[in-house]
């Protein structure tokens, strides 16, 4: 079953350290999502991307973060300057339609020290 | 903003019961509703789904119910394993291709 892959699994970075995260999302899938969830708490969302730009964004994706698809098949997260509070899983989702579920990937745990 | 609790909602369960797992939706326009199940250390993973114009929809083991009167959503695991034990969460979405809103979650604990 085609699946969502994210690396690293577990990224350990500095406060004020800039962080990428990646994503390799299944082959049909249109539209693309990135999700957090800080330990214990529920499952937040942080933007949404289609067509090369983005969609919807969330009060927790500010200027230190951004979105990008650079060669069409990889989907990144990249966080500017980190700080002690970004520190989640950080989940990749896509779905091929609008018709059909949302798929995650397996996530990154970033820990920000 | 929304708050969030460290401690999520438990339900446990002897191994081979029914689980029944609740969760109420605020949103009137959300019109596809999503149950997933969550181990930990792990993403989220899609269990079943349904929409609006339905009430209920069966899978394998899972049944989903949907009472858009009082807004609430249920999950139905029949004859539960240990397996199943995992974090629940119910999600919505407001239809296109929009962010799926996430609920705050229930642990489901299987007692062998």
């Known amino acids: 079953e085609p699946e969502v892959t994210q690396t690293p699994s577990h990224q350990v970075t500095q406060m004020g350290q800039e962080v990428i995260l990646r994503c390799v999302p299944i082959s049909n899938h249109l539209y693309f999502y990135w999700y957090r969830q800080i330990l214990g708490q529920k499952v937040e969302f942080l933007v949404s991307?289609?067509?090369?730009?983005?969609?919807?964004k969330s009060e927790i994706f500010d200027d230190q973060f951004s979105v990008e698809r650079p060669d069409g098949s990889n989907f990144t997260l990249k966080i500017r300057s980190t700080k002690l509070e970004d520190s989640a899983m950080y989940f990749c989702?896509?779905?091929?339609?609008?018709?059909?579920?949302?798929?995650f990937g397996s996530g990154t745990r970033l820990t920000v020290v | 903003g929304e708050s969030v609790g460290l401690h999520l909602p438990t339900l446990s369960v002897q191994e081979g019961d029914n689980s029944i797992i609740n969760c109420a939706y605020s949103?009137?326009?959300?019109?596809?509703f999503i149950w997933y199940k969550q181990e930990s250390g792990k993403g989220p993973q899609f269990i079943i789904d349904?929409?609006?114009?339905?009430d209920k929809r069966q899978g394998q083991r899972v049944t989903v119910l949907l009472n858009k009167t009082v807004k609430h959503l249920s999950l139905q695991i029949a004859a539960t394993q240990p397996g199943d034990s995992a974090v629940y969460f119910c999600a919505e979405n407001s239809g296109g291709y929009q962010k799926v809103t996430f609920g705050t979650g229930t642990k489901l604990q299987v007692i062998p």
């Open positions: 991307f289609y067509n090369n730009e983005i969609s919807e």
């Open positions: 349904i929409r609006s114009n339905m």
């Open positions: 989702a896509g779905r091929s339609g609008v018709n059909y579920g949302y798929t």
């Open positions: 949103n009137s326009a959300s019109d596809y």
